[in-house]
Nanobody
Framework: QVQLVESGGGVVQAGGSLSLSCAAS????????RGWFRQAPGKEREFVAA??????????YYADSVKGRFTISRDNSKNTVYLQMNNLKPEDTAVYYC???????????????WGQGTQVTVSS
């Protein structure tokens, strides 16, 4: 069966960095859009970043709140997507979820497959 498993969450001080990984299994996701979302306590889940794939290369998309600080990338040989998070702020504290979908990248949560989430806590 399809599984997306996140790793790399933890506790970091403001200004620090963390790198999240999301390994997929059960099928090849090389042509799928891969995305990251997050949900803070008491808030709705929100889009963080997405990356698509084509024969000519990948395109990336970011929420305005993380643009310039976060970088999404993928390694199709490992069926894995990454989220490098730099200059973290307390407001980045949330459970981070990876997701995958066919078709075009989107900022809505209309993704077909989801991971179980990993906690990121940024202390001030």
């Amino acid at each position: 069966q399809v599984q997306l498993v996140e790793s790399g969450g933890g506790v970091v001080q403001a200004g620090g960095s963390l790198s999240l990984s999301c390994a997929a299994s059960g099928r090849t996701f090389s042509s799928y859009v891969r995305g990251w979302f997050r949900q803070a306590p008491g808030k709705e889940r929100e889009f963080v970043a997405a990356i698509n794939w084509s024969w000519t290369g990948s395109s990336t998309y970011y929420a305005d709140s993380v643009k310039g600080r976060f970088t999404i990338s993928r390694d199709n040989s490992k069926n894995t997507v990454y989220l490098q998070m730099n200059n973290l702020k307390p407001e980045d504290t949330a459970v981070y979820y990876c997701a995958a979908k066919r078709g075009v990248a989107s900022r809505s949560d209309d993704y077909d497959f989801w991971g179980q989430g990993t906690q990121v806590t940024v202390s001030s």
